[in-house]
Nanobody, 128 residues
Framework: QVQLVESGGGSVQAGGSLTLSCAVS????????LAWFRQVPGKEREGVAS???????TYADSVKGRFTISKDNAKNILYLQMNDLKPADTGMYYC??????????????????????WGQGTQVTVSS
C-alpha cells in the first residue's frame, strides 16, 4: 500500500523560505515520477514541480529559479525547497506519485490526472 505523508508547511513572510518533505512508503517500482502540487480553495490543483527516477526535473514557470525538487533515495523522502516565497505561493501543497512506475508522458508531469497516489497535504501561507 503506497503512502505519502507531507510535512514542513507553515506560515512565513514574503521573501522567506520553507522546505516541504514527503515520506514515501510502499512504492515498489524502481522507476518513478513524483511531483508537488498546490491548491487554493476554488481553484484547480496546480503542478509545481516533478522529478523522475532518471533525475529529470520539471518546474512550473511561476516557481522556476525559486523552488527546487529533490529526492533522497536512501530515505525515500521527496523534498521541495522553496525560497523567496510570495503570497501567490500560498496554498495546500500535496505530493503525488505516478501509479505505473514512471510512465507519465513528459508533457503531463505537471498535470494531476496521471497521478494515482496522493498525500493529505500540508498548508503553506505566505504573508506580505
Amino acid at each position: 500500500q503506497v503512502q505519502l505523508v507531507e510535512s514542513g508547511g507553515g506560515s512565513v513572510q514574503a521573501g522567506g523560505s520553507l522546505t516541504l518533505s514527503c515520506a514515501v512508503s510502499g512504492y515498489t517500482y524502481t522507476a518513478y515520477c513524483l511531483a508537488w502540487f498546490r491548491q487554493v480553495p476554488g481553484k484547480e490543483r496546480e503542478g509545481v514541480a516533478s522529478i523522475e527516477s532518471d533525475g529529470d526535473t520539471t518546474y512550473a514557470d511561476s516557481v522556476k529559479g525559486r523552488f527546487t525538487i529533490s529526492k533522497d533515495n536512501a530515505k525515500n523522502i521527496l523534498y521541495l525547497q522553496m525560497n523567496d516565497l510570495k503570497p501567490a505561493d500560498t496554498g495546500m501543497y500535496y505530493c503525488a506519485a505516478d501509479p505505473q512506475g514512471g510512465l507519465i508522458r513528459e508533457f503531463l508531469v505537471l498535470q494531476p490526472g496521471p497521478y494515482g497516489y496522493w498525500g493529505q497535504g500540508t498548508q503553506v501561507t505566505v504573508s506580505s
